[in-house]
């Protein structure tokens, strides 16, 4: 996607994944989640694009992501700064359904969720959350939070200037990796923040969509082969992990990829 900076897709659910992304549903929310959220309420910004409005989506689904959302800002308004000594700010949600278009270039439902750099948007359809659970077998709502916290991650990364090194190198895949799993690690942070409000087995559902999401299951289900050089997010493995170090550490320094 061309414009001012490249729109990145979360946890394995853009770039590799354009061609497998499809359907258009929606998901319960989860009850556990829905007091996350203390602050102040998400930017949220409401697209219609093609022939479909975006509050067609079920409310459930919108207290859903705005209290991720809710909980995500208090998290890192107070994290970036303590840790990184780096100015927070909000990011902007976009809700759309079927097309939207973004200072980086347009999107569609089969990109799934994605942040752009160049407007400092995250972009959601809620089409994701069915998918999620349909194709890459990783129900749950905590599952769909991990996904959700990933792309916040990115905007993290945007703020810290990591993500405007890493594009100005050019297309390297190994940098995307390390882009992707910082932005894991950075999820399993908001996950520890979030730890006297979980129910047994969110961890697990977070952990089963960071391996369904993995380059190599990717590739092994869509393919039937696996070819390393070609990641770009990560292996099943490296992405639990770097969720995993995040979520034990609660420290920026321990996703750090880029010394």
């Known amino acids: 996607m061309g414009g001012r900076g490249i729109a990145l897709g979360g946890g394995g659910l853009g770039a590799i994944i ?12 989860a009850q556990i989640l829905e007091g996350l959220t203390g602050g102040a309420p998400p930017q949220t910004q409401q697209q219609q694009p093609a022939n479909r409005a975006a509050n067609s989506a079920p409310d459930e689904n919108r207290q859903f992501v705005g209290a991720i959302m809710g909980s995500l800002e ?14 927070y700010q909000d990011p902007q949600l976009v809700l759309f359904t079927g097309q939207v278009s973004s200072a980086c270039g347009y999107g569609d439902a089969a990109v799934g969720p994605f942040y752009c750099p160049g407007d400092n948007k995250l972009y959601l359809d809620f089409s994701f959350f ?13 599952a769909q939070a991990y996904v959700i916290a990933h ?7 945007n703020l810290t ?3 405007g090194r890493v594009q100005r ?4 895949n190994a940098l995307s990796v390390a882009l992707e799993l910082q932005a894991d690690c950075y999820a399993g942070i908001w996950a520890k923040s979030t730890q006297d409000r979980l129910e047994p087995g969110d961890i697990e559902e977070a952990l089963r969509a960071a391996s369904a999401v993995g380059d190599d299951n ?13 990641f770009t997010h990560g292996s099943a493995a490296q992405r639990q992990k770097a969720f995993a ?8 320094r321990q996703c750090e990829a880029f010394r």
């Open 18 to 29: 354009l061609a497998v992304i499809a359907c258009l549903m929606g998901a319960d929310p």
């Open 74 to 87: 208090d998290t890192w308004r107070r994290v970036l700064p303590q840790q990184s000594r780096v100015r």
């Open 130 to 142: 069915n998918e999620l659970r349909r194709e890459f077998k990783a129900p749950g709502d905590f």
């Open 151 to 157: 792309e916040f991650g990115h905007h993290i990364q």
């Open 161 to 163: 200037g990591v993500m």
């Open 169 to 172: 190198q050019g297309q390297n």
């Open 218 to 230: 990717i590739q092994r289900r869509t393919q039937g082969f696996v070819v390393p050089d070609s």
């Open 245 to 252: 170090i995040g979520m034990q550490s609660g420290d920026m």
